[in-house]
Protein backbone atom coordinates (compact mmCIF):
# COMPACT_ATOMS: atom_id res chain seq x y z
CA UNK A 1 0.00 0.00 0.00
CA UNK A 2 1.28 3.39 -0.71
CA UNK A 3 1.96 5.47 2.19
CA UNK A 4 2.63 9.17 1.78
CA UNK A 5 3.04 11.13 4.62
CA UNK A 6 3.41 14.61 5.62
CA UNK A 7 5.14 16.02 8.92
CA UNK A 8 2.07 18.12 9.97
CA UNK A 9 -1.51 18.23 9.93
CA UNK A 10 -2.34 21.55 11.15
CA UNK A 11 0.23 24.18 11.20
CA UNK A 12 0.21 28.31 12.50
CA UNK A 13 2.73 30.33 11.57
CA UNK A 14 3.45 34.28 11.53
CA UNK A 15 4.02 36.66 8.75
CA UNK A 16 7.46 36.94 7.44
CA UNK A 17 8.58 33.56 9.10
CA UNK A 18 10.42 30.53 7.33
CA UNK A 19 7.91 27.75 6.92
CA UNK A 20 9.05 23.97 6.16
CA UNK A 21 6.57 21.35 4.68
CA UNK A 22 7.95 18.22 4.28
CA UNK A 23 6.44 15.30 2.51
CA UNK A 24 7.56 10.98 2.15
CA UNK A 25 6.60 8.41 -0.09
CA UNK A 26 7.81 4.83 0.69
CA UNK A 27 6.86 3.64 -2.61
CA UNK A 28 10.27 4.39 -4.79
CA UNK A 29 8.21 7.25 -6.52
CA UNK A 30 10.70 8.82 -9.29
CA UNK A 31 6.94 12.20 -9.47
CA UNK A 32 6.68 13.96 -6.51
CA UNK A 33 3.99 17.29 -6.27
CA UNK A 34 3.19 19.66 -4.16
CA UNK A 35 -0.75 21.50 -4.65
CA UNK A 36 -2.84 23.92 -2.82
CA UNK A 37 -6.51 23.23 -2.40
CA UNK A 38 -8.46 26.00 -1.69
CA UNK A 39 -12.23 26.15 -1.85
CA UNK A 40 -13.47 27.09 -5.59
CA UNK A 41 -10.03 27.01 -7.38
CA UNK A 42 -9.50 23.38 -7.04
CA UNK A 43 -6.22 21.88 -6.58
CA UNK A 44 -3.25 24.58 -7.90
CA UNK A 45 0.38 22.36 -8.58
CA UNK A 46 2.94 24.66 -6.81
CA UNK A 47 6.14 22.69 -8.06
CA UNK A 48 6.43 19.30 -9.04
CA UNK A 49 10.18 17.07 -9.27
CA UNK A 50 10.37 13.89 -11.67
CA UNK A 51 13.84 13.28 -10.42
CA UNK A 52 16.48 13.85 -7.17
CA UNK A 53 17.80 17.45 -7.54
CA UNK A 54 15.36 17.74 -10.12
CA UNK A 55 12.51 20.52 -9.87
CA UNK A 56 9.73 22.07 -12.16
CA UNK A 57 7.39 25.00 -11.71
CA UNK A 58 3.67 24.39 -11.57
CA UNK A 59 1.46 27.09 -11.80
CA UNK A 60 1.46 29.07 -9.09
CA UNK A 61 4.99 29.00 -7.95
CA UNK A 62 5.86 32.29 -6.66
CA UNK A 63 6.64 32.77 -3.01
CA UNK A 64 7.77 29.00 -2.95
CA UNK A 65 10.76 27.03 -3.21
CA UNK A 66 11.26 23.04 -2.84
CA UNK A 67 13.88 20.76 -2.22
CA UNK A 68 14.47 17.04 -3.41
CA UNK A 69 17.54 16.03 -2.12
CA UNK A 70 16.73 12.31 -1.36
CA UNK A 71 13.98 10.40 -3.97
CA UNK A 72 11.22 9.47 -0.75
CA UNK A 73 11.05 12.88 0.18
CA UNK A 74 10.20 16.76 -1.07
CA UNK A 75 10.35 19.72 0.91
CA UNK A 76 7.81 22.92 0.45
CA UNK A 77 9.53 25.97 1.38
CA UNK A 78 7.93 29.09 2.76
CA UNK A 79 10.76 31.67 2.27
CA UNK A 80 8.69 34.75 3.98
CA UNK A 81 4.94 33.46 4.88
CA UNK A 82 2.35 35.82 3.42
CA UNK A 83 -1.48 35.67 4.97
CA UNK A 84 -2.29 34.59 1.74
CA UNK A 85 -0.48 31.12 1.48
CA UNK A 86 -3.16 30.01 4.03
CA UNK A 87 -4.35 27.44 2.83
CA UNK A 88 -4.37 23.45 2.65
CA UNK A 89 -1.18 21.97 1.15
CA UNK A 90 -1.47 18.58 -0.44
CA UNK A 91 1.68 16.54 -1.55
CA UNK A 92 1.48 14.06 -4.43
CA UNK A 93 3.68 10.97 -5.88
CA UNK A 94 3.55 8.64 -8.70
CA UNK A 95 5.86 6.40 -10.86
CA UNK A 96 7.34 7.97 -13.87
CA UNK A 97 6.15 6.81 -17.29
CA UNK A 98 3.48 4.60 -18.74
CA UNK A 99 -0.28 5.55 -19.80
CA UNK A 100 -2.68 6.18 -16.36
CA UNK A 101 -0.27 6.30 -13.53
CA UNK A 102 -2.11 7.20 -10.59
CA UNK A 103 -1.18 10.10 -7.92
CA UNK A 104 -1.24 9.16 -4.28
CA UNK A 105 -1.97 11.55 -2.28
CA UNK A 106 -0.90 12.34 1.59
CA UNK A 107 -3.22 13.79 3.70
CA UNK A 108 -2.34 17.43 3.85
CA UNK A 109 -1.36 20.17 6.13
CA UNK A 110 -3.76 23.02 6.55
CA UNK A 111 -1.24 26.02 6.92
CA UNK A 112 -2.67 28.95 8.41
CA UNK A 113 -0.28 32.77 8.59
CA UNK A 114 -1.64 35.13 10.67
CA UNK B 1 -4.22 26.29 -23.24
CA UNK B 2 -4.92 22.75 -21.06
CA UNK B 3 -8.02 23.33 -18.92
CA UNK B 4 -10.28 21.69 -17.19
CA UNK B 5 -13.77 23.05 -15.79
CA UNK B 6 -15.96 21.98 -13.18
CA UNK B 7 -19.36 24.14 -13.73
CA UNK B 8 -20.81 23.22 -10.45
CA UNK B 9 -19.70 24.00 -7.16
CA UNK B 10 -22.38 21.91 -5.33
CA UNK B 11 -24.47 19.27 -6.53
CA UNK B 12 -27.29 18.00 -4.19
CA UNK B 13 -29.84 15.16 -4.90
CA UNK B 14 -31.56 13.13 -3.27
CA UNK B 15 -30.60 9.18 -2.56
CA UNK B 16 -31.76 6.82 -5.26
CA UNK B 17 -31.62 9.81 -7.50
CA UNK B 18 -29.27 9.41 -10.96
CA UNK B 19 -26.12 11.36 -10.58
CA UNK B 20 -24.04 13.53 -13.18
CA UNK B 21 -20.87 16.04 -12.32
CA UNK B 22 -19.98 17.56 -15.16
CA UNK B 23 -16.39 18.01 -16.71
CA UNK B 24 -14.97 19.58 -19.73
CA UNK B 25 -11.54 19.78 -20.94
CA UNK B 26 -9.56 21.85 -23.60
CA UNK B 27 -6.99 20.20 -24.90
CA UNK B 28 -5.35 20.00 -28.29
CA UNK B 29 -4.27 16.05 -28.07
CA UNK B 30 -5.19 13.26 -26.74
CA UNK B 31 -5.70 13.56 -22.98
CA UNK B 32 -6.29 11.19 -20.14
CA UNK B 33 -8.86 11.81 -17.80
CA UNK B 34 -9.45 11.12 -14.24
CA UNK B 35 -11.81 11.40 -11.68
CA UNK B 36 -10.10 12.00 -8.19
CA UNK B 37 -12.42 11.64 -4.92
CA UNK B 38 -11.51 13.25 -1.69
CA UNK B 39 -14.73 11.77 1.12
CA UNK B 40 -14.63 13.67 4.34
CA UNK B 41 -11.85 13.21 6.68
CA UNK B 42 -10.17 11.13 4.02
CA UNK B 43 -7.26 12.02 1.66
CA UNK B 44 -8.03 12.80 -1.77
CA UNK B 45 -7.81 9.81 -4.04
CA UNK B 46 -8.41 8.17 -7.70
CA UNK B 47 -12.01 7.14 -7.93
CA UNK B 48 -11.05 6.33 -12.35
CA UNK B 49 -9.60 6.85 -15.43
CA UNK B 50 -11.08 6.83 -18.94
CA UNK B 51 -8.47 4.09 -20.26
CA UNK B 52 -9.40 1.57 -18.08
CA UNK B 53 -12.63 2.30 -18.84
CA UNK B 54 -14.08 0.63 -15.47
CA UNK B 55 -17.09 0.80 -13.58
CA UNK B 56 -16.15 1.96 -9.67
CA UNK B 57 -18.27 2.31 -6.58
CA UNK B 58 -21.19 2.60 -9.51
CA UNK B 59 -19.73 5.21 -11.69
CA UNK B 60 -18.61 5.36 -14.62
CA UNK B 61 -17.60 8.28 -17.13
CA UNK B 62 -17.06 8.16 -20.66
CA UNK B 63 -14.90 10.49 -22.74
CA UNK B 64 -16.43 12.09 -25.64
CA UNK B 65 -14.24 13.53 -27.21
CA UNK B 66 -16.51 15.66 -29.26
CA UNK B 67 -17.80 17.63 -26.38
CA UNK B 68 -14.31 17.40 -24.79
CA UNK B 69 -16.44 16.08 -21.76
CA UNK B 70 -15.81 13.71 -19.08
CA UNK B 71 -18.65 13.64 -16.68
CA UNK B 72 -19.07 11.36 -13.85
CA UNK B 73 -22.38 9.69 -13.61
CA UNK B 74 -24.35 7.48 -11.39
CA UNK B 75 -27.81 6.31 -11.83
CA UNK B 76 -28.53 5.63 -8.08
CA UNK B 77 -26.93 7.80 -5.29
CA UNK B 78 -25.70 6.55 -2.54
CA UNK B 79 -25.48 8.98 0.75
CA UNK B 80 -21.64 8.13 0.83
CA UNK B 81 -21.04 9.40 -2.08
CA UNK B 82 -21.32 12.41 -0.68
CA UNK B 83 -17.64 14.16 -1.33
CA UNK B 84 -15.56 16.44 -3.38
CA UNK B 85 -14.98 15.28 -6.69
CA UNK B 86 -11.99 16.54 -8.98
CA UNK B 87 -12.24 15.98 -12.31
CA UNK B 88 -8.42 15.82 -14.10
CA UNK B 89 -6.50 15.84 -16.85
CA UNK B 90 -3.20 14.33 -17.77
CA UNK B 91 -1.41 15.38 -21.30
CA UNK B 92 1.31 13.84 -23.37
CA UNK B 93 4.03 13.57 -20.98
CA UNK B 94 6.04 11.68 -18.97
CA UNK B 95 6.39 13.83 -15.55
CA UNK B 96 2.87 12.66 -14.31
CA UNK B 97 1.50 16.24 -13.84
CA UNK B 98 -2.08 16.88 -14.37
CA UNK B 99 -4.39 19.57 -14.56
CA UNK B 100 -7.02 19.75 -11.58
CA UNK B 101 -10.58 21.12 -12.31
CA UNK B 102 -12.48 23.33 -9.40
CA UNK B 103 -14.27 20.31 -7.80
CA UNK B 104 -17.60 19.77 -7.54
CA UNK B 105 -19.10 18.96 -3.98
CA UNK B 106 -21.91 16.19 -4.28
CA UNK B 107 -24.60 16.03 -1.62
CA UNK B 108 -26.78 13.10 -1.29
CA UNK B 109 -29.36 13.82 1.19
CA UNK B 110 -31.48 11.08 2.62
Given at each position: DVKVTQSSRYLVKRTGEKVFLECVQD???ENMFWYRQDPGLGLRLIYFSYDVKMKEKGDIPEGYSVSREKKERFSLILESASTNQTSMYLCASSVSGGAGDTQYFGPGTRLTVL | AQRVTQPEKLLSVFKGAPVELKCNYSYSGSPELFWYVQYSRQRLQL???????ESIKGFTADLNKGETSFHLKKPFAQEEDSAMYYCALRG?????KLIFGQGTTLQVKP
Open positions: MDH | LLRHISRVSNTG
